[in-house]
């Protein structure tokens, strides 16, 4: 799904759904700004998510893949 610049989505940070907005776009990962707080993130286009229905249902598809920052 492509995202343009200022479109609104949702991310999956701290195992929270949180609202953010595309400020950037490089390399197949998007700069995401998140509403309401300082910060922002990198992340590739399958970890962004329309709405917030859409990103509860990615977490839990998620929880089951260990990434390899869990082991450190």
């Known amino acids: 799904m ?3 610049i200022g479109d609104t989505c949702y991310v999956i940070e701290d195992d929270m759904v949180k609202r953010a907005r595309v400020s950037a776009k490089k ?3 998007y700069f995401v700004q998140f509403v309401g707080s300082c910060g922002a993130l990198a992340v590739p ?3 962004i998510y329309r709405t ?3 990103a509860e249902a990615g977490m839990n598809k998620n929880r089951s893949i260990r990434r390899p920052v869990e082991y450190l």
Request: charged share 60%; hydrophobic share 0%; glycine share 16%.
């Open 27 to 29: 390399d197949g990962q």
């Open 45 to 47: 286009e399958d970890e």
């Open 52 to 54: 917030p229905e859409e």
């Open 2 to 4: 492509k995202y343009g």
